[in-house]
């Protein structure tokens, strides 16, 4: 007798915090869904990182054939870069280390084709590799 009358309070109030709680998962699902869409304005300064440019050795010019110094395609004479992190996975571009912009096989400076130029790559093999 008691058994029963639990087990029909536990139904009421299961059908009662059912819609309650299928409301706070949708709500949470869409807060979360919005933290990584905007997840960018919330980038803290650890997880800036400044990339010295290693065509020029960070000084921003690199001395041509002829014993000029001219700015540093790489860098444009800033010797240096600074990349944003937005998730866990991104790393540093392996093809340009993280500058944005490599020297091709022409000699010329070009935007880095794996990265599209931010110096990070979204990997999700980072997250169990290295
Ligand atoms: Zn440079
Ligand atoms: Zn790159």
């Known amino acids: 007798m008691r058994a029963q009358r639990r087990r029909r309070n536990g ?7 059912a819609p309650v709680f299928l409301l706070a998962v949708a709500a949470l699902i869409m807060q979360y869904r919005w933290v990584q869409r905007n997840r960018y304005k919330f980038t803290s ?3 800036i990182r400044i990339i010295r440019c290693d065509h020029c050795g960070g000084s921003g010019e690199v001395r041509t054939p002829g014993g000029r110094l001219e ?12 990349v944003r992190r937005y998730y866990e996975e991104d790393r540093l571009c392996p093809v340009c280390a993280g500058m944005g912009r490599i020297i091709s096989t022409n000699g010329m400076a070009t935007t880095c084709p794996r990265c599209g130029g931010r110096g990070m790559i979204r990997s999700s093999v980072a997250r169990g590799g290295r």
């Open 11 to 17: 139904f009421r109030s299961a059908a009662y915090m």
């Open 45 to 47: 300064p650890a997880r």
């Open 71 to 82: 700015p540093c395609p790489i860098c444009f004479g800033g010797g240096s870069r600074i």
